[in-house]
Nanobody, 120 residues
Framework: QVPLVESGGGLVQPGGSLRLSCVASGSIFNIYTMGWYRQAPGKQRELVADITTGGSTNYAASVKGRFTISRDNAKKTVYLQMSSLKSEDTAVYYC??????????????WGQGTQVTVSS
């Protein structure tokens, strides 16, 4: 397994900001697209944003202009800077990465999820 470990979730007031981090560990030959998904209670998991190795980004319409995804390839880490948070952003956020581990097949891995709650 190639663990993806997320951090940075928590409780924030509407209009506030949070930064999520996700680091991949283990012996890795290459990391391709990395992204963030979220799942709110009673809803399907949805893409929030993703970023390619070269830095091309893609955002859900609901977060465009408020969230910024970035990555540090040397640190095998992807970030999600969330600003102007709204109550509807409340969800469990999951890190996702397309990884080619050394001596293993290329696989899409998921983190364990981190809770983000936006509430006054």
């Amino acid at each position: 397994q190639v663990p993806l470990v997320e951090s940075g979730g928590g409780l924030v007031q509407p209009g506030g900001s949070l930064r999520l981090s996700c680091v991949a560990s283990g012996s890795i030959f290459n990391i391709y697209t990395m992204g963030w998904y979220r799942q709110a209670p009673g809803k399907q998991r949805e893409l929030v944003a993703d970023i390619t190795t070269g830095g091309s980004t893609n955002y859900a319409a609901s977060v465009k202009g408020r969230f910024t995804i970035s990555r540090d390839n040397a640190k095998k880490t992807v970030y999600l800077q969330m600003s102007s948070l709204k109550s509807e952003d409340t969800a469990v956020y999951y890190c996702n990465a397309d990884i080619w581990p050394i001596a293993r097949s290329r696989t899409v891995f998921w983190g364990q999820g981190t809770q983000v709650t936006v509430s006054s």
